[in-house]
């Protein structure tokens, strides 16, 4: 498998990983929040945005592995 493929995978399943974490975290905070205020919350825009930055960061993850890998050991 060509050096710059197995980094862009890696780099794939990482981002998948990071999202998913702090998608779950983010939902498990707001149930706790919503027990102890005793009504059912939603994400706020902060929130929202806290997503979407790992999310684009999960996304750049890859082309950045594959470089990193294809520099240091192409």
Request: proline share 3%; net charge positive; charged share 25%.
């Amino acid at each position: 498998m060509p050096v710059a493929l197995e980094g862009a995978l890696i780099g794939v399943v990482l981002g998948v990983v990071l999202t998913t974490y702090e998608w779950y975290a983010l939902k498990r905070d707001l149930e706790d929040r919503g027990k102890r205020l005793h009504r059912k919350l939603e994400m706020d825009v902060m929130e929202k945005r806290r997503v979407h930055t790992v999310l684009r960061f999960s996304l750049l993850l890859p082309f950045g592995f594959a470089l990193g890998f294809w520099i240091i050991w192409g």
